[in-house]
């Protein structure tokens, strides 16, 4: 008996010594053949033998792996009797590589790279933009990925970043647990030099982790600079939780709207002692950036020359001038504490074809909405110029400017950046290619255009999510004070973008509001306004209470004329009368037919109404319509039960259609400036109380 136990012994030291003297190791100076290298997405090896992470597509990932995966864990057997126990701790790495990222622009880019190590290949369900092909929104910040990234990131999300230049590390979350800009330790000054990440040059990356000492270095310089002897970002942190017996390593990285290449040049890679150097020689070379055009001029006689020479810079000075006038812009001191990017005009006149009618996407209260491809980066664009004799064009535009600027989610419209021209103002957005919801609710469309309950209950839950950020996931609060389905702009993908911040009101967190002028929209307009004049969180809770209703319903939130029988409808009144009457799916867009989750059409219809209650302490905050829709809470049916008591609130169940029940639901005068849905047809209605 003992003899077979000792036999058991030596095979697990015999095991576990042979692992230790099978550390794995490779080193690629530049990646010609394919390498031993897995790829999937949109990345490819250049013949040349540059890995090429992304290129010239938009919104895709690209992955590059290590083809087999690679032995992360030694078991150090240690004897308790004569029993052998297994010790399992994180083995120590070590990897370095060179890469570059390449954009058109030398001051914006696409997405970064992240080299990460993660227990299967192709990282099922990554998104591409700011999740860097890593995870998505349901993953990401599982403690289940196992994933730990060293992340090179160039866009700013304020959801994850603590600037558009920086490296961070993460672990199974794309908020890195350490971050620091890019820069790297200059031993002649004795500190940190800045380094630009899309600077297009190539920089070499290292990074160690001591399974022993239980710490994780980055280390960045640029390629001709000597490894630092100061590390960039140190991590003290044991990794055997987080890193699987077997793991693959690789590359990850995604692109967005701008158009840029991400090259790994050169890679390393050892498990259980130092990566080999690369060799810098040896890595292949950057394609040339814009390759210089050599102009031949003739050999002519001087006398000849010089006259010519005068004539054109007399006309060439002509020129200038003139076009100067013609493209001449504005700025003024409030631009300068804004952070968005300024466009020019120029640059704009030539992406709208000169603003051309065939261009013209659509008009508003404050001005002309116009497609436009950006001349340099081939962008698709939504210009809106605000119209010259807008009474309030300036103070909108400078609104968008101060809110939409700054803000980043995924369910708003991403202000791009500005221009001004003597009076014109221009705003420049990313194009939606599917136009507004209302389109699709109340446009002429045929059959198979029309929105199924599917993609009505995710565009209602993304305009959900982009309210709950902009009323708490900014740094200040911001009132968006027109929700409406027009305001709601639909993706390629169809997911919902809340637009038009040309309302918004920004105040900072523990302040009051300040009272405002009245405008909007009607039937989105919660009747405390004319009480107060006051836009809160809650004024826009209201405003999405008829959004969901309209969306559900198929029916605008004030009908002039519903039908012939009908001289008016308020929809609110209606599906309240409808589901006190237990007959709620009545109210149902005759579109859908019968194709929609009877649950999901119940809980929109009635918190529809719960949004659209007249006190504005019974409506739930935005967070709470998320946990509602997501089926995180259930709906509280008291709080329902109580909109039918709430006569001396100003709401009245729909017994009728006559024009004087209007007058008790919204006290506001109706005429048929209404169905221009215009915010500046809404101000001039509502001058107060009838």
């Known amino acids: 008996m003992f003899i077979f136990k000792d036999v058991v012994l030596l095979l697990l030291l015999g095991m576990s010594y042979a692992a230790s003297q099978e550390d794995p190791s490779f080193v690629y100076n530049g990646f010609k053949d394919g390498a031993n290298l897995s790829r999937d997405g949109i ?211 995604s692109t967005g709207s701008v158009l840029t290449s991400h090259y790994i040049l050169g890679w390393s890679f050892k498990i259980n002692g130092k990566a080999e150097a690369l060799d810098i020689s040896r890595l292949p070379k950057l394609p040339r950036r814009g390759p210089k055009k050599k102009s031949k001029i003739p050999e002519i006689g001087l006398p000849i020359i010089i006259p010519i020479l005068v004539l054109t810079m007399i006309f060439g000075v002509f020129f200038i001038i003139r076009r100067k006038r013609k493209f001449a812009e504005l700025v003024e001191d409030w631009e300068l504490n804004y952070g968005s990017q300024r466009f020019s005009y120029k640059d704009l006149y030539i992406a709208t074809k000169g603003f051309r009618e065939k261009e013209l996407l659509g008009v508003g209260g404050f001005g002309r909405v116009y497609k436009g491809v950006l001349p340099m980066s081939k962008i698709e664009v939504a210009v809106k110029r605000v119209s010259h004799n807008s009474r309030q064009g300036i103070r909108e535009f400078i609104a968008e400017i101060a809110s939409m600027g700054q803000l980043r989610h995924r369910n708003l419209v991403q202000l791009l950046g500005y221009c001004r021209r003597k009076e014109e103002l221009l705003l420049v957005y990313d194009f939606m290619p599917n136009g507004s919801l209302d389109r699709f609710l109340f446009g002429k469309l045929n059959s198979s255009s029309i929105l199924n309950w599917n993609q009505r209950f995710r565009i209602i839950k993304g305009v959900a999510s982009g309210l709950v950020y ?73 405003a999405f209470g008829a959004f969901l209703l309209e969306v559900a319903c198929g029916r605008r939130p004030i009908e002039l004329q519903a039908s012939a029988s009908e001289q008016g409808l308020i929809l609110v009144d209606w599906v309240l009368s409808c589901w006190s009457k237990g007959a709620i799916l009545q109210t149902t867009d005759p579109n859908l037919g019968s194709e929609y989750v009877v649950e999901e059409m119940e809980l929109v219809l009635k918190l529809g109404l719960m949004c659209s209650h007249t006190v504005p302490k019974s409506r739930p905050t935005m967070r709470q319509v998320v946990q ?19 006569d001396n609130a100003n709401l009245t169940l729909a017994r009728g259609r006559n024009s004087e029940q209007f007058s008790l639901s919204y006290p506001y005068s109706v005429d048929k400036a209404y169905t221009t849905g215009s915010s500046s047809a809404a101000e001039s209605l509502l001058s107060g109380p009838r």
């Open 470 to 542: 902009l009323h708490e996931g900014w740094e200040q609060v911001v009132i968006h004070r027109d929700i409406k389905a027009s305001n709601v702009l639909l993706d390629g993908e169809m997911n919902a973008r809340v637009g038009d911040f040309g309302l918004a009101r920004l105040y900072d967190r523990g302040t009051n509001p300040q009272t405002t002028n009245i405008v909007g929209t009607l039937g989105y307009l919660a009747p405390e306004l004319t009480r107060t004049g006051k836009v809160t969180k809650s004024t826009d809770v209201f």
């Open 628 to 646: 509602y829709l997501e089926g995180d809470v259930p709906l509280p049916q008291t709080e329902l039960w109580a909109l039918e008591a709430s």
């Open 43 to 253: 990345a490819d090896i250049t013949s040349n033998g540059l890995l090429r992470l992304t290129n010239d597509t938009r919104q895709m990932t690209g992955h590059a792996f290590y083809f087999h995966p690679l032995q992360f864990i030694k078991n150090n057997s240690t004897l308790q009797g004569n029993t052998p126990t297994p010790n399992t701790t994180a083995v120590s790495f070590s990897t370095t590589f060179v890469f570059a990222i390449v954009s058109e622009y030398h001051d914006l880019s696409g997405h970064g790279i992240a080299f990460f190590l993660a227990p299967q290949r192709g990282l099922p369900g990554a998104l591409p933009s700011q999740h860097l092909g890593l995870f998505n929104e349901s993953t990401n910040g599982k403690f289940t990925n196992h994933v730990v990234a060293v992340e090179l990131d160039t866009i700013y999300n304020a959801e994850f970043d603590i600037d558009n230049n920086h490296v961070g590390i993460d672990i199974n979350d794309l908020k890195s647990v350490n971050a620091s800009p890019a820069m790297y330790f200059d031993t002649k000054i004795g500190g940190f030099r800045n380094l630009s990440l899309i600077s297009g040059e190539p920089m070499q990356v290292w990074i160690e982790y001591d399974g022993v000492k239980k710490q994780l270095n980055v280390t960045l310089a640029p390629i001709k600079v000597p490894k630092p002897d100061v590390p960039l970002l140190s991590l003290s942190q044991d990794l055997s939780t987080i890193i699987l017996d077997s793991m693959y390593v690789g590359f990850s990285s």
